[in-house]
Every structure is written in C-alpha cells, then in structure tokens.
C-alpha cells in the first residue's frame, strides 16, 4: 500500500519580537484537511480582540486542492480577511505565485509571494512607519 502524505499544519512562530501564523500545506489538499483546520483557526482568532496577524504560508510541499478544497480556502479567506494584516506565501511553483496574486484580490491584508523563505520573513517583520 502506498500513502500519500497531505494537509495542514498550523502554528505560532516567533522571529526576534514578531509572531505569526504558519502554516504548512503538503500534497494536494482535500475538503476533509478544511473540515479539520477551519475550526481550528477559527478558534484561534475568536480568542483575540481585533486580531490583525501576520502569516506565513510554507507551499514548498503543496502540489493543489481538490476542487472543494480550493472552494474551502477561498471561504476560509474571505471570513477572515479583515483579521489577517500581511500573509507570505513561500513556495516554488510558478502558478503559486500567480495563485497568491489572485488571493490578493480578496483579501483586505497584503498578499506577496516569495521563493526565498528569508525574503518573506524580512517582509513579515517590516513594520510601516
């Protein structure tokens, strides 16, 4: 029998003074991955007060949704995207680059593509003056 690997992790990290969401998508993602990792998130942002996160999205792993999945991720974003303030997107596949432009349209945060997780990182930690 042969496994295939897939999901999402979610976490807290901290670089120097800043924390962030991460996550990490591995394989191609299913509706059942969002059944699981929607509440969960949804949890995590109810619990704090004018929540505005920084997050950072590890794809390096992520080969694409399920139909429903991608249908999952768009609901996911749009209920929550007056919460998030800036999401890197690190990967290494052209159409996440082009998928995350379009993820920018519907999020109220800034949305940047990255192929270098330092650069996202430098990025996430900029503050606005």
Not at 9 to 23: A, P, Q, V
Not at 53 to 79: F, H, N, P, S, Y
Not at 104 to 117: I, L, N, Q
């Amino acid at each position: 029998m042969e496994f295939h690997k897939h999901g999402l992790s979610i976490g807290i990290e901290r670089f120097d003074k800043n924390f962030f969401l991460s996550l990490k998508a591995v394989g191609k993602l299913t509706h059942e991955d969002y059944e699981i990792i929607t509440p969960m998130i949804d949890s995590a942002l109810s619990q704090v007060k004018d929540p505005k996160v920084d997050v950072l999205i590890d794809g390096t792993e992520l080969q694409g949704w399920e139909l429903r999945a991608a249908w999952d991720d768009l609901k996911l974003g749009l209920k929550h995207n007056n919460e998030f303030r800036k999401i890197a997107i690190y990967g290494n596949k052209h159409w996440q680059e082009i998928t995350a432009k379009i993820g920018a349209w519907f999020m109220s945060g800034e949305v940047k593509y990255f192929d270098d997780v330092n650069d996202a990182l430098s990025w996430l930690t900029l503050k606005e003056k």
